[in-house]
């Protein structure tokens, strides 16, 4: 059983950055592409960027290419979001998602793993 536990959200004005984790255990991280998805109140969640398994390939949403970087650290199992220049209506809750393969995805449900997510919200 693959766990996912995001940590590093919180409240940040607008400008400003965080970094969230996602620290997998249960499997080895190598096995997995990985995503971040956001859902903000009263909205579908969606996606936000993902990267392959040995970091070859990355795909991000076009509301956030430029400002947010995603790596991983599959010695440590773990996978990074660095948020920079971050906009109101970045505020969601932030999930991270695993899925067997090494293709990019970027449909949630073709995700089979996610955490409980962490809440981000920029203030203006």
């Known amino acids: 059983q693959v766990k996912l536990v995001e940590t590093g959200g919180g409240l940040v004005q607008v400008g400003g950055s965080l970094r969230l984790s996602c620290a997998v255990s249960g499997r080895t991280l190598s096995s997995y592409t990985m995503g971040w998805f956001r859902q903000a109140p009263g909205k579908e969640r969606e996606f936000v960027v993902a990267i392959t398994r040995t970091s070859s390939t990355t795909r991000y949403a076009d509301s956030v290419k430029g400002r947010f970087t995603i790596s991983r650290d599959n010695a440590k199992n773990t996978v990074y979001l660095q948020m920079n220049n971050l906009k109101p209506e970045d505020t969601a809750v932030y999930y991270c998602?695993?899925?067997?393969?090494?293709?990019?995805?970027?449909?949630?449900?073709?995700?089979?793993?996610w955490g409980q997510g962490t809440q981000v919200t920029i203030s203006s």
């Open positions: 998602a695993a899925v067997g393969t090494g293709l990019i995805l970027a449909r949630w449900d073709d995700y089979n793993y």
